[in-house]
Nanobody, 128 residues
């Protein structure tokens, strides 16, 4: 079972550029599909970005051009570089993993998160 531990969340200013990290174990970041989601209490979970095993990357419209997903194989860590933060980016951010997600990515079904079976505990980002 994949374990995911997020960090990097904190209070940030509008326009800021924090980076979130998600340490993955025991699977390699190169062997699984990884994604970032966020959720605000009382609202549905929102897909942010996905990084498929073949390197395909997708972003939600809300963050396209502002956020960048990446991974470091040596650190076995997934990252989310956030830039040009807005107050509406305030949320708890989660990383998620699944063995395969190519079909879901191709059909744009990854956004709901239903395809992902492993989740971290999340890290809070508050933008003011």
């Amino acid at each position: 079972h994949v374990q995911l531990v997020e960090s990097g969340g904190d209070s940030a200013q509008t326009g800021g550029s924090p980076r979130l990290s998600c340490v993955v174990s025991p699977d390699s970041v190169n062997d699984i599909c990884l994604a970032w989601f966020r959720q605000v209490p009382g609202k549905e979970r929102e897909g942010i970005s996905v990084l498929a095993i073949d390197g395909t990357i997708r972003y939600a419209d809300a963050v396209e051009g502002r956020f960048t997903i990446s991974k470091d194989s040596a650190e076995n860590t997934l990252y989310l570089q956030m830039t040009s933060l807005k107050p509406e980016d305030t949320a708890r951010y989660f990383c998620a993993a699944e063995e395969h997600c190519g079909a879901a990515v191709g059909a744009n079904l990854w956004l709901s998160g239903a395809e992902f079976g492993s989740w971290g505990q999340g890290t809070q980002v508050t933008v003011s």
